[in-house]
Each structure stands twice: as structure tokens, then as C-alpha cells.
């Protein structure tokens, strides 16, 4: 069984649309995040989620928003999508001391 | 300028070599991560330190707290070794679980 999986691996779509990556863990880790790999193979955190407490990096703009409906899930919807939003996007999860950090497998999104 | 930074950037090396990969970082953190990321994609977690060394096979990390400085050492390297190795750091009191900071990633390649 993967331990954290996210859909769809690829999602190409066109400006202005919106769209939604899911992602699920089977690891009964405390803590989910997603973090987005740019261009340049940079990665940088979006959003983590724990117990319910959402931290948001205030770079991210109010277009991205992560929806939790339990413990085990943390999906990403982006709103009126831009070219810039072109990038792979990881969900990850981990334990509250950040023992165990998983990776899921990526979603390659392209805007066009 | 980024608060973690690794070296070298990029390395080839002969199969065989012993590979010595370094992480700098300029803030106080709780945990520090060496992440490997193959061709295909995928990230996964090698080592998380706080202290000391870890070992795993032919991998070594070693962290030392005071100079703020981790490396990542690679002994016997083989082709398969081939990847992006990336040192990312756990930084406390930005509020809640609030993810990674990464470093830029060390490409390396092995040869045959």
C-alpha cells in the first residue's frame, strides 16, 4: 500500500480554471503539508496542517486553499489558475516531531 | 540570501568514490533532514539528525550543532547513487507544525 498517495499525477489545464490535487495518508502520521517544486527544483512549504491548526506561508497566494476533511486527508484546491502556477506539487506527512516524514509521488501541474 | 545552502551544487563522480556532500544553515533549528530525489521525481526521506550520526548502509550524515553544519557522505558510490540530494531543516517557534526549508539541492551523478 503507497503510504501517502496524491491525484492526479499530471494535470494540465488552462488559465483561469480551477483545480483540486488530493492526497491521503495511510501512516497515521499527526501532520500533512504541501509544498511546491518549481521550475529550478526549488522546493518551498505551502501549507501545513496539524490537529486541525492550519499555518499557511504567507507567500502563497488566497487562490491556494488546502481543505482537511479528516486526519488522514489534506487536499489542495487552486482557484483561477495562472501560468506561474506551473510546478510539481508534494503532499508529505509526519509525525508531531517530524519522525517518519513521507513524500508523496508529485503532481506535475501545467497551466496553459 | 537562503538560510540553508548546500555544496557543491553539482558533482560527477566515478563509481566508486567516496562523496561528501555539505549543508549550511544560518538559524537555530530542531532537526535537520537529508532528502533524496531520483530522476523520476519521487523525494525520499534518508536521515533526519538532531545530534551526532546516523548511519544506513553506505550512507553516513553527520551534524554538528554548533557550527551549523550537516554532511552527507556516500561511501562505495554507485551509478545508482544518481540523484538530487537535498538538506532541509526544521526551524522552531515559527508557529506550529510549519514544514521544511530547503536547500537549492546537490545534483549528483555517478559514472560507470
Known amino acids: 500500500d503507497t503510504a501517502v498517495s496524491q491525484t492526479p499525477k499530471y494535470l494540465v489545464t488552462q488559465m483561469g480554471n480551477d483545480k483540486s490535487i488530493k492526497c491521503e495518508q495511510n501512516?497515521?502520521?499527526?501532520?500533512m503539508y504541501w509544498y511546491k517544486q518549481d521550475s529550478k527544483k526549488f522546493l518551498k512549504i505551502m501549507f501545513s496542517y496539524n490537529n486541525k491548526e492550519l499555518i499557511i506561508n504567507e507567500t502563497v497566494p488566497n487562490r491556494f486553499s488546502p481543505k482537511s476533511p479528516d486526519k488522514a486527508h489534506l487536499n489542495l484546491h487552486i482557484n483561477s489558475l495562472e501560468l506561474g502556477d506551473s510546478a510539481v506539487y508534494f503532499c508529505?506527512?509526519?509525525?508531531?516531531?517530524?519522525?517518519?516524514?513521507?513524500f508523496g509521488s508529485g503532481t506535475r501541474l501545467t497551466v496553459v | 540570501k537562503n538560510e540553508v545552502e548546500q555544496s557543491p551544487q553539482n558533482l560527477t563522480a566515478q563509481e566508486g568514490e567516496f562523496i561528501t556532500i555539505n549543508c549550511s544553515y544560518s538559524?537555530?533549528?530542531?532537526?535537520l533532514h537529508w532528502l533524496q530525489q531520483h530522476p523520476g521525481g519521487g523525494i525520499v526521506s534518508l536521515f533526519m539528525l538532531s545530534s551526532g550520526k546516523k548511519k544506513h548502509g553506505r550512507l553516513i550524515a553527520t551534524i554538528n550543532i554548533q557550527e551549523k553544519h550537516s554532511s552527507l557522505h556516500i561511501t562505495a558510490s554507485h551509478p545508482r547513487d544518481s540523484a538530487v540530494y537535498i538538506c532541509a531543516v526544521v526551524i522552531p517557534n515559527r508557529g506550529g507544525a510549519d514544514g521544511l526549508t530547503f536547500g537549492k539541492g546537490t545534483h549528483l551523478i555517478i559514472q560507470p
Open positions: 501512516l497515521g502520521h499527526d501532520t
Open positions: 508529505a506527512s509526519s509525525q508531531a516531531d517530524n519522525y517518519g516524514y513521507t
Open positions: 538559524v537555530g533549528i530542531s532537526a
